[in-house]
């Protein structure tokens, strides 16, 4: 079995006319774009076996502990935004500025 990492933007081929691209990661959640001619059946998986089809045998079970992202949501953007604003109003010191690193390399502003 091949097992393929990629970041966003990257993809691979499937034959000669099949195109499978990483398009984000939102959350738990992966978003892919595929590109294969119309006679070309595409199915969940979920879907597959809600049907009655057979789960193939080379499908793996991932364990949740592969989860590398924690949970976000609005609580948790704000208590961010909180924490930036009180090290805002803090000294320069190179205590507060190491907390400030910290932070930024955990959660980059970007994120937050």
Known sequence: ?????????????????????????????????????????????????????RRPDCVMDVSPRYVRQLPWNHAKKAALAELRQILDGMDKSPEVQSLREKLELIFPASSG
């Not at 984000?24 to 892919?32: A, F, K, M």
Request: glycine content about 16%; aromatic content about 6%; overall charge negative.
């Open 1 to 53: 079995m091949l097992c393929i990492s990629l970041l966003p933007g990257g993809y691979f081929t499937v034959g000669g006319d099949t195109v499978i691209q990483f398009d984000r990661l939102s959350g738990e959640r992966v978003h892919l774009t595929v590109n294969a001619p119309r006679e070309v059946s595409i199915l969940r998986g979920e879907v597959l076996e809600r049907q009655g089809g």
